[in-house]
């Protein structure tokens, strides 16, 4: 029993990759098609409704093998304020980083404005963040703002 029980902890450590943490429950598959997970081939876990004490229930998701750069990393803001990321390499946490809002979201977030444009054309959305700390993006093209629980992902 307690050689099973240690065999499966080695397959939960990272030796060298990313744990996304502090993910909504709710959200986690958002992580997951946001960072393109679907499509990689290293080997991912991924948790959902583990119990917090921050946050009562949570997501969390690790990846071997793979690091993402500031860009996709940026991306998660849109989903939540408070996802960490950390950067194992050899088994020891090297990084731990709170991800931020970028200056601008481009192509991921839906313009809640039935008129704008982008609605209506095959282009990219683009928002600029006008309030990084209440999450507020005003899209390029209509000046409509969009407040963080009004986000819709493309
Ligand atoms: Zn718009």
């Known amino acids: 029993m307690e050689k099973t029980r240690k065999s499966e902890l080695l397959v939960a450590a990272l030796q060298n990759g990313t744990v996304i943490d502090h993910i909504p429950s ?70 731990k980083k709170r991800i931020s809002m970028p200056n601008e979201i481009c192509g991921i977030v839906k ?3 039935p008129k704008c444009i982008t609605n209506h054309e095959p282009m990219q959305t683009v928002f600029d963040v006008v309030d990084k700390d209440n999450g507020t993006l005003r899209c390029r093209y209509c ?12």
């Open 111 to 113: 313009c809640g404005n």
């Open 26 to 95: 709710d959200k986690v598959f958002d992580v997951v098609n946001l960072l393109g997970l679907t499509s990689i081939d290293t080997p991912i876990t991924i948790g959902a409704n583990l119990s917090s004490h921050k946050m009562g229930s949570k997501g969390i998701i690790k990846i071997a093998d793979r690091y993402f750069t500031e860009k996709e990393c940026s991306k998660l803001s849109v989903i939540a304020p408070n996802i960490v990321m950390s950067i194992i390499r050899d088994y020891e946490v090297v990084e």
């Open 143 to 154: 000046n409509k703002d969009i407040h963080k629980g009004e986000i819709k992902l493309l």
